[in-house]
């Protein structure tokens, strides 16, 4: 099982929020480096300032078709999400509080990824169902 807390991890929306606040004339790149029909990679760097030569910090994110649940319709938003995330975050400081890169919603994945399988008592939750709703659900 999984030993952290969710909790000291920042948000991506969270990441941005302070880069732009901070660094308002700043930019943000992101590049495509492969897609394939179950994978996507990005590239994102970040730029204190719109006019800068060279990014003040570069990381990469990586994703799979169907990997989690927002990966089966959305995995390549998802990982140019973290891409940015992970970048950002490279900036060290409020971007980063405790040396935490990675973002909450990556960390949100190792706990679905690493935690120990439910034991559900099926008879008893069909015993539950009332209606065709209930079924559904």
């Known amino acids: 099982m999984a030993q952290f807390n969710l909790s000291e991890y920042q948000t991506v929306q969270e990441r ?3 880069f732009w606040a901070k660094y308002s004339n ?13 994978q996507v990679v990005f590239k994102a760097e970040v730029y204190l300032h719109k006019d800068d030569i060279y990014p003040a ?6 994703e799979r078709l169907g990997s989690s649940p927002v990966n089966k319709t ?3 938003e998802n990982c140019a999400t973290s891409a940015y995330g992970r970048a950002i975050s490279a900036l060290g ?3 980063s509080p405790k ?3 990675p973002s909450a919603q990556e960390m ?3 706990a679905r990824l690493t935690a120990e399988p439910v034991e559900r008592n099926w ?6 169902i009332n209606d065709i709703e209930g079924l559904r659900s």
């Open 16 to 18: 941005l929020d302070l």
């Open 26 to 38: 700043g930019r943000l790149n992101l590049e495509l480096v492969s897609l394939t029909d179950s």
């Open 57 to 62: 910090a570069v990381d990469f994110a990586e």
């Open 74 to 76: 959305s995995f390549v």
């Open 93 to 95: 400081g409020e971007f």
């Open 99 to 101: 040396g935490k890169r």
């Open 108 to 110: 949100s994945k190792v």
């Open 123 to 128: 008879t008893v939750a069909l015993s539950n």
